[in-house]
């Protein structure tokens, strides 16, 4: 955690608003979701949490492990070939606070609480239409492709990617 005002944890339906319009700066790098998307996935998902200055969210991430009952076509391409991850389904940062280690706090966060239950963390980035700033912030946590496919109906091709907890 942070301080009093600065701070990560878990997501709240008075979020939700300020979650919706920060995904929605980021489509198509991210898919597009709407508020009932966002209220289930808040109960439902193993881990939605924010970054927090004050009542401003500046970044969120939600994953989900394998027994989520979860239709995304990535979820499923990793569930067929894996059994022991969390799934990473999205990552947003205000691009105003982009360079302030919010990502990456973010994700040692989700480490930390998942390191004792799962071996990998997953999650894809897109080629097609390409989005190299979250590709090559992923490498530098320390992701690595592990494969592509054509999502959307070929629309988007994305990397899957995989780093290795434990």
């Given at each position: ?38 209220e289930k996935y808040c109960d439902v ?122």
């Amino acid at each position: 955690m942070y301080n009093n005002r600065v701070m990560i944890r878990p997501a709240q339906k008075n979020d939700l608003d300020k979650i919706l319009l920060l995904n929605e700066t980021f489509v198509p790098k991210v898919s597009r979701v709407d508020i009932k998307w966002l209220e289930k996935y808040c109960d439902v998902a193993d881990v939605f949490d924010v970054f927090v200055d004050g009542n401003e969210v500046l970044g969120f991430i939600v994953g989900m492990l394998p027994d989520c009952d979860y239709g995304s076509e990535n979820f499923l391409w990793f569930k067929k070939r894996y059994t022991d991850f969390l799934y990473i389904d999205r990552i947003a940062i205000a691009e105003k606070s982009h360079g302030r280690g919010i990502g990456k706090s973010l994700y040692e966060n989700v480490e930390r609480n998942f390191i004792e239950r799962v071996r990998n963390l997953m999650c894809e980035v897109n080629v097609s239409p390409p989005n190299p700033q979250s590709y090559h912030f992923h490498q530098k946590i320390g992701f690595h492709e592990v494969g592509q496919q054509d999502t959307k109906g070929g629309t988007i091709r994305v990397a899957m990617l995989m780093k290795v907890l434990r």
